[in-house]
């Protein structure tokens, strides 16, 4: 067998999808199981051919359904097991990963997000974010990464099982048809250089020793009687989740000390935004941007705080308003003025986003 | 001094008395499977998934390591406990809708692919859990909540035929049978072959198990066993559909 997918660290052009599987690979993953759909297709591709050489397996199931599920099984017997897909596949996979959040189980998903509702465009947009933070009929038990480029495509698809296996709920990376299929450079490397332990998998089905005689049986469900129990069990669910959620929160904050307007933007969308924020501030505009990388658990607090001492709120979104809802109800009571910029699954240029902040000057 | 009856001994007392409605057919197939684990010695690395529906009764019955999924979608999680780990013996304990209706897509690439798994499933010809609709394997004529003037096989079609079709899109190595509870001996034999199936890695396992639902078939005892093993099974053949080997037993 050879030995690891990659050796130190070394400089990559290429697409992000082949980034993903890297990922997986380096953060030795086992097994990934999964169906096509555009714009993800390309993560089970390189994976399927890259990692036989690394003893890996690859599973492609009858639809995501099959799919989603079969992740929640491999994760079960105790190995990073992954997946990935987009859009209406997507929703088809918020079933399983409804169980794997009553369940608590580390499954990892990657979600090229494409174009929406329906079966849209096979090309690019934020419109799920609703769906990937709070879909099936769950509470939102999730982790949800925003990666805005190819480097932190590979950073937090490696950092997702970590993550998962540490706090043992279902963890996404929200990339989307741009990160998917562009090429862009990066470092991979082997995370181990860069201080980085892979957090160990624990079987939940067939553990050592005979069940009953030398060990409990490992008995899961989720479904329940009583209202009273499943009450208790989810005021459990919930208070493990807000108590991590503070180690779990991520964002990006620039020019934000005395800021009048504050740009609020995730994923791609953010760059338009940095590249737009560092322009206008040659131009001597007071504008500052802040990034919501964990879109779940969302960074509210910090966004509160600063909200709270600007004059004027933007959101820009490649979506109707889905992070736009996001924030509201995170600094709900703050009365800075929010204005919003959606473009439902288009880019946005650098350009688009001046404009935009012109028109609040 | 009452003398209870002998249980395998993967039997897991601290869940009993187990769940099932009086009459059930379920906890007499559960008992020949436990048996036949026992008798295999592969309590250690069984993994047993149950479905939705009364299946999910099952989550806590046998000191196995068990999990229960949703409804239709035990064959998918089992295929990927068994993919992730060979050396595990994926059971998916399920129902008629569970198999042949709504995880239908499942069952049929599962058998395809001939992924080495045992998927058990009871047959008691209608959705007892939700009370009695029709199932893919209620009877031409048979009242339930949903046919309440008996299934038309016009505009409901004929039964599902699992076994069968299991038997008819399988390749070498796959294993198919019927059986009944109320020929408990030759559905254990069955249910047994199966796990040897998979044991051998020879491929795909499935086993059909008429049962039995007085609550939502609103039978006697006697009415009861008259449908099973007089009415069922003139529309479901009772046997072996397809063995890795020659031999099948009719």
């Known amino acids: ?361 | 001094m009452s003398v209870q009856p002998q249980m395998p001994a993967v039997w897991r007392v601290e869940t009993k008395p187990h769940k099932f409605c009086p009459g059930c057919g379920h906890p007499l197939v559960l008992k020949a499977l436990g048996e036949a684990i026992v008798e295999l010695g592969i309590q250690d690395r069984a993994v047993f998934g149950c479905d939705i529906g009364c299946s999910l009764l099952a989550w806590d019955f046998f000191n196995i390591d068990s999990v229960q999924t949703h409804h239709g979608r035990t064959t998918p999680v089992i295929t990927g406990v068994k993919r992730a780990n060979p050396d595990l013996i994926g059971i998916a304990y399920m129902g008629d809708g569970g198999g042949y209706a709504i995880g239908a897509q499942h069952l049929v690439n599962a058998a395809t692919r001939n992924e080495k798994i045992t998927v058990i499933l009871i047959n008691n010809a209608q959705y007892a859990m939700t009370g009695g609709q029709m199932a893919p394997t209620t009877l031409p004529g048979q009242k339930t909540e949903t046919t309440p003037y008996g299934r038309d096989v016009e505009t409901q079609g004929y039964p599902t035929l699992g076994p069968e079709m299991i038997a008819a899109i399988t390749r070498e190595g796959a294993y198919a049978a019927r059986g009944t509870v109320s020929n408990l001996r030759q559905l254990k034999r069955f249910i047994k072959r199966a796990l040897e199936n998979q044991m051998a890695g020879n491929g795909f396992s499935f086993v059909e198990a008429i049962s039995l639902c007085p609550t939502n078939w609103r039978t006697n005892a006697e009415q009861t066993w008259k449908f099973a093993e007089e009415e069922m099974t003139k529309y479901f053949k009772v046997g072996e559909f397809k063995t890795p080997g020659e031999k099948k037993e009719a």
């Not at chain 1, 199981?33 to 714009?39: K, N």
């Not at chain 1, 997507?90 to 169980?99: F, I, K, W, Y």
């Not at chain 1, 069990?233 to 934000?256: F, G, S, W």
């Open chain 1, 1 to 361: 067998m050879a030995e690891k997918p990659i050796v130190g660290e070394r400089k990559a052009f290429m697409t992000g999808n082949e980034v993903t599987a890297w990922a997986a690979l380096a953060a030795g993953a086992d097994i990934m199981y999964g169906y096509p759909i555009t714009p993800q297709t390309e993560i089970m591709q390189y994976w399927a051919r890259m990692a036989p050489k690394f003893g890996k397996t690859f599973l492609q199931t009858e639809d995501e359904i099959s799919a989603g599920f079969a992740t929640v099984g491999g994760v079960l017997a105790g190995k990073r097991a992954f997946t990935a897909t987009a859009g209406p596949g997507n929703t088809l996979m918020q079933e399983a990963m409804s169980m794997a959040e009553m369940m608590r189980i580390p499954t990892v998903m990657i979600v090229c997000q494409r174009g929406g509702p329906s079966t849209a465009t096979v090309i690019y947009s934020q419109q799920e974010v609703t769906m990937t933070c709070f879909g099936g009929n769950g509470e939102g038990f999730r982790i949800v990464y925003s990666p805005s480029g190819h480097q932190d495509v590979f950073d937090y698809t490696i950092k997702a099982f970590n993550t998962a296996w540490k706090y043992r709920f279902p963890t996404f990376v929200l990339s989307d048809g741009y990160q998917a299929k562009m090429r862009e450079s990066l470092t991979i490397y082997d995370p181990e250089i860069r201080g980085i332990k892979m957090v160990p998998t624990e079987a939940y089905v067939g553990k050592p020793g005979t069940p009953g005689v030398d060990r409990e049986p490992s008995l899961f469900r989720n479904t329940y009687n009583m209202e009273e129990e499943l009450y208790e069990v989810l005021m459990n669910i919930k208070q493990e989740y807000d108590r991590v959620a503070p180690e779990i929160v991520e964002y990006k904050e620039m020019y934000t000390e005395d800021a009048e307007i504050v740009v609020v933007a995730h994923g791609v969308v953010s760059r338009a935004v940095e590249g737009a924020v560092t322009a206008l501030r040659e131009k001597g505009i007071k504008v500052g941007f802040f990034r919501p990388i964990t879109l779940r658990p969302f960074p509210g607090q910090q966004l509160k705080e600063l909200a709270g001492r600007v004059k004027q709120l933007l959101v820009v979104e490649s979506a109707l308003g889905q992070l736009d809802k996001l924030v509201k109800q995170e600094i709900y009571g703050v009365t800075t003025p929010i204005a919003n910029y959606f473009r439902p699954g288009e880019g946005i240029t650098v350009e688009e986003v001046i404009e935009q902040v012109h028109k609040l000057v």
